[in-house]
């Protein structure tokens, strides 16, 4: 089965947002194992729309639509699609009583232009909207199918996931299980190479994808529509743990998020401990990407910012000799903020990061991108120096990673 | 002039990015007065190429395509648009020498396929890469044209402004400059209430975008190229103010990056006052937002994350009767914490944020998106109670948010 996309909004054209919506229904078309030959984008004009679903029709089995679903005279997508089939726009009852009760718990007024959102083409598969007011619909001739999807990116990936993926699934009858590893502390090209010899695999497949300090490994099996891909997916992930080690640290599957930090964090909270953060350079992003975490109220109760050395020596207890001799930026400094973190907090384990984020800051001895991540825990305290590069928000992301990874590790070794 | 945009890359029909390369280009196409009606994006695939500039010079007096040009067998845009219009392919030895001397600097090896790089349709207006190793190119014929640019959005950006930006005006003689106000504290629909007469412009136009509990107006006048545009910009610009007062924080041009949290760092620097912040449902977010700006450290000294009441405190010196009688999420403590973080550091502002971000932890008393936030300072200390919806992500983000306008609309006082 062959796809198109065709997003349909003047937002769009300014440049007012990016195409998100497009990314997301490519992934998924090829997770689900459809050919995607092609991304077109045209404004809200009723012309341009047509002839656009004309042309992607004459090339695709399916084109899939993003956006013109609203109340407003310019959302005209659906009525296009009614148009280009030769199909009569007809009233769903169901779909009014949907919009009216959203309009009503909303505390929106019903007005004229909210009925036409329950009208659909004549013999069109209605999709409700969980997360809005527009309905969308699959219209099928003649062995050609068009899915209508709204733009807003919440009630599109829920469109479509609940309905049009299980849709796509039965009549592709191909499936595609993805099984995910996040590899952290050896880098894209050297991981390149110690799988070199697994990439060359048809089914299932295997491909590296970068992020800040990681690499992403996917595994893919393509499968009948209902058959279970774990038994290709399994000896492949078992490899690739073999080859990576303690460096893998985590696997999922599509649509689950996850993150040094969660990682980290799941970990302390399945062992009771609790982990504090004493952070310079990273200002206060360690911590919070601790936070984001929902649940993380159980592990970290506490953390500090203690970017002047006055507050390094009052909050932390960083001895004044220490920054003397050594300066802020040094494997000393991070190892008393970590343990000073410990000691006042009373937490498990404590982080910490001091070193020159940049722009401006850095000296010879000490250029920007020499940080020192630390930890304290049980066993003592440990700090390592990296040397990074990228911008001062790169820099600063870099330093969290490295610093839960320490932690990591220290965890996996207890 | 009406012109398209193809994007060439089998990542972007895999999902792997956004086109954000489209989005960039639209949003400079709208402000530099050309008209565009279309984007489309294929694979790298010759014939599909190919068929899809076909297509889009059929419409349109300039085809802007991006990526396709790297130094592989599958880059082949440049070479697919000399065969649409019948050019050979030549040398260019100032390209070629470019192309080695980036190789050398970066320390790899010239292939041949570095070659490849090195060569455009005959007559080519070739673009230098400042960026990156892949050089750019317009080609003319007949009144059409079509500009080639790299993929890598930094490549693509610098080679867009610095050579294809100039062309572009000088081919439209128009050229379209923007004004952008920044607003906090009125909502969306409360701004456009407020300046509905002054969206029927037709030169200088006007158009409001929602960001994170904030709004930008956008200030757009169409001059000859050339021309200076603040005589039609600067007096609506003077009316929003007129009716929006203090909620305009900031107005600024294209390109530049402004945000609450710079504009009440840049405040804080002018003065030479400081800031600290107490955080706990914001769990460092806030004081993130403020070292994100370089020249960080010249104002923010400190800040404390105090997720447990233990580290309310003991870190803030937060009453254990105010907690009894009040909870941490309170108007009350919400003071204490800024009071506390004040006393401690010594800076002259303390934020502080206390509230419940979800998903979990709301009861009927303090549902989810209940937040307090304070802020303490020469003058004393003043608290606010926010009622906030969204995710837990969304609830901490607009907390900051308003946090960083507390303090703004206390410095503007002052």
Same mark, same amino acid.
């Given at each position: 089965?062959v796809?198109?996309i065709?997003?349909?909004?003047?937002?769009?054209l300014m440049?007012?947002?990016a195409?998100?919506?497009?990314? !997301?229904?490519?992934r998924?078309?090829?997770e689900l194992g459809?050919? +995607? !030959?092609?991304h =077109?984008?045209?404004?809200?004009?009723?012309?341009?729309?047509?002839?656009?679903?004309h042309?992607?029709l004459?090339?695709?089995d399916?084109?899939?639509?993003t956006g013109? %679903?609203?109340p407003?005279?310019?959302? +005209?997508t659906k009525e296009?699609?009614?148009?280009?089939f030769g199909?009569?726009m007809?009233?769903?009852?169901?779909?009014?009583?949907a919009?009216?009760?959203?309009m009503c718990?909303?505390?929106r007024?019903?007005?004229?232009?909210?009925n036409?959102q329950a009208?659909?083409?004549?013999?069109?598969?209605?999709?409700?909207?969980a997360?809005?007011?527009?309905p969308?619909c699959i219209?099928e001739q003649d062995?050609k199918a068009?899915?209508?999807?709204?733009?807003?990116?919440r009630e599109?990936?829920d469109?479509f996931e609940?309905?049009?993926?299980? *849709? %796509?699934?039965?009549?592709?009858?191909?499936?595609?299980?993805?099984?995910?590893?996040r590899v952290?502390g050896?880098?894209e090209?050297k991981t390149?190479t110690?799988l070199?010899?697994?990439?060359h695999?048809?089914?299932p497949t +295997?491909a590296l994808?970068c992020?800040?300090g990681?690499? =992403?490994a996917?595994i893919?099996?393509?499968?009948?529509a209902g058959?279970?891909?774990?038994?290709?997916i399994?000896?492949?992930e078992a490899?690739?743990r073999r080859r990576?080690?303690d460096?893998v640290y985590a696997a *999922?599957g599509?649509?689950?998020?996850?993150s040094?930090?969660s990682?980290?964090?799941?970990m302390l909270?399945?062992?009771g401990e609790?982990?504090?953060?004493a952070e310079?350079c990273t200002?206060?992003?360690?911590?919070s990407?601790?936070?984001?975490?929902?649940g993380?109220s159980?592990?970290? %109760?506490e953390?500090?910012v203690?970017?002047s050395?006055q507050?390094?020596?009052?909050?932390?207890g960083?001895?004044?000799?220490?920054?003397a001799?050594h300066g802020a930026?040094?494997?000393?400094?991070?190892?008393?903020?970590a343990e000073?973190?410990?000691?006042?907090?009373g937490?498990t384990?404590a982080?910490s990061?001091?070193?020159?984020?940049? /722009?401006d800051?850095?000296t010879?001895?000490k250029?920007?991108g020499?940080? *020192?991540v630390?930890v304290a825990? /049980?066993d003592?305290?440990?700090?390592e120096r990296l040397? +990074?590069r990228g911008?001062?928000d790169w820099?600063?992301? %870099?330093a969290c990673q490295?610093a839960?990874?320490?932690?990591?590790l220290r965890?996996?070794?207890?």
């Amino acid at each position: 089965m062959v796809a198109e996309i065709l997003s349909v909004g003047t937002e769009l054209l300014m440049g007012q947002i990016a195409n998100t919506d497009a990314q !997301y229904i490519s992934r998924r078309l090829s997770e689900l194992g459809v050919t +995607l !030959y092609r991304h =077109t984008t045209v404004g809200d004009n009723p012309a341009r729309v047509k002839q656009a679903l004309h042309e992607a029709l004459s090339r695709a089995d399916m084109v899939i639509t993003t956006g013109g %679903l609203g109340p407003t005279e310019d959302d +005209l997508t659906k009525e296009m699609v009614g148009e280009f089939f030769g199909l009569p726009m007809e009233l769903d009852a169901k779909s009014l009583e949907a919009v009216r009760a959203r309009m009503c718990r909303i505390g929106r007024e019903m007005t004229e232009n909210n009925n036409k959102q329950a009208y659909f083409p004549r013999g069109a598969i209605i999709m409700p909207n969980a997360c809005g007011t527009a309905p969308g619909c699959i219209v099928e001739q003649d062995g050609k199918a068009v899915a209508v999807l709204p733009g807003p990116p919440r009630e599109m990936k829920d469109m479509f996931e609940r309905q049009l993926a299980p *849709y %796509l699934r039965k009549r592709s009858g191909l499936h595609i299980e993805s099984r995910f590893l996040r590899v952290f502390g050896v880098g894209e090209s050297k991981t390149e190479t110690l799988l070199l010899d697994l990439f060359h695999g048809e089914n299932p497949t +295997l491909a590296l994808y970068c992020g800040a300090g990681e690499v =992403t490994a996917r595994i893919s099996a393509r499968v009948r529509a209902g058959e279970d891909a774990t038994p290709m997916i399994a000896p492949l992930e078992a490899e690739i743990r073999r080859r990576l080690g303690d460096a893998v640290y985590a696997a *999922y599957g599509p649509g689950e998020e996850v993150s040094l930090a969660s990682t980290v964090l799941k970990m302390l909270i399945a062992r009771g401990e609790t982990v504090t953060a004493a952070e310079s350079c990273t200002g206060g992003m360690l911590v919070s990407h601790l936070i984001d975490c929902p649940g993380a109220s159980a592990a970290v %109760l506490e953390g500090h910012v203690t970017y002047s050395n006055q507050a390094k020596m009052r909050v932390l207890g960083v001895r004044a000799e220490t920054l003397a001799a050594h300066g802020a930026v040094s494997a000393e400094c991070a190892l008393e903020m970590a343990e000073g973190a410990r000691r006042e907090s009373g937490a498990t384990w404590a982080l910490s990061t001091t070193g020159v984020a940049g /722009p401006d800051g850095g000296t010879p001895e000490k250029p920007v991108g020499l940080v *020192y991540v630390g930890v304290a825990g /049980p066993d003592g305290a440990k700090a390592e120096r990296l040397m +990074l590069r990228g911008d001062r928000d790169w820099i600063r992301t %870099l330093a969290c990673q490295n610093a839960f990874n320490l932690l990591r590790l220290r965890l996996l070794a207890r």
